[in-house]
């Protein structure tokens, strides 16, 4: 998995991470939580606890492709957007 620019506009007010993956995954609240752990661009969503990670799937906060997600949304393989509302690149 590896993050890229992603070639459509982030909503104002949202952090998007976008996902390169190989393979399908069962799991975009696995995926999601890795991915901000490694990137470098909103120290907050690098260090989230995962109590306040669930809050944010809890709030309808993520979203894939714009459509709300689970934290069981599965992912296929290819490259995804997912967008977090209320955080921004610092």
């Known amino acids: 998995m590896t993050t890229q ?3 459509t ?6 952090f998007r991470v976008t996902l390169v993956l190989n393979f ?7 995926v ?4 901000l752990r490694k990137q ?3 120290f907050t969503l690098k260090q989230i606890s995962r109590t ?9 906060k993520i979203r894939i492709k714009g459509q709300i997600a689970t934290p069981s949304s ?7 957007f997912v967008d977090i509302q209320g955080f921004e690149e610092t």
């Open 5 to 7: 620019t992603p070639k």
């Open 9 to 14: 506009e982030v909503p104002k007010n949202h």
């Open 24 to 30: 399908r995954q069962p799991r975009l609240d696995q």
């Open 32 to 35: 999601l939580l890795e991915e």
């Open 40 to 42: 470098d661009r909103n």
């Open 52 to 60: 306040e990670f669930k809050e944010l799937f809890k709030n309808k």
């Open 74 to 80: 599965s992912l296929a393989a290819g490259t995804t």
